[in-house]
């Protein structure tokens, strides 16, 4: 599950962090690189009439964003 993932910037970092858990026998871990992801930004809003959650969620830093697409793909908020 990508939510499981621990974000990095560069590759450099995840390296790091991987050497981290092992040299501390710490298991392993999932990552996302941030330099390696396509997009600095979502795809447009959906068309749909429930709004996408990606659309909802502000990241303090706006380099995540596409962290946050990643995660959360097109899933749609409705009401109950």
Not at 8 to 35: D, H, K, Y
Request: a negative charge; aromatic letters at 6%; hydrophobic letters at 45%.
């Amino acid at each position: 599950d990508v939510l499981d993932h621990v974000v990095v910037e560069t590759a450099a970092g995840g390296q790091r962090c991987i050497e981290f858990l092992r040299a501390r026998n710490l298991g392993r871990a999932s990552f996302v690189v941030l330099a390696e992801l396509k997009s600095s930004a979502p795809p447009q809003s959906s068309t749909a009439t429930a709004p996408r959650l990606v659309d909802l969620v502000r990241p303090a830093r706006p380099d995540l964003a596409p962290a946050f697409y990643l995660a959360f793909r097109d899933t749609l908020v409705a009401d109950d």
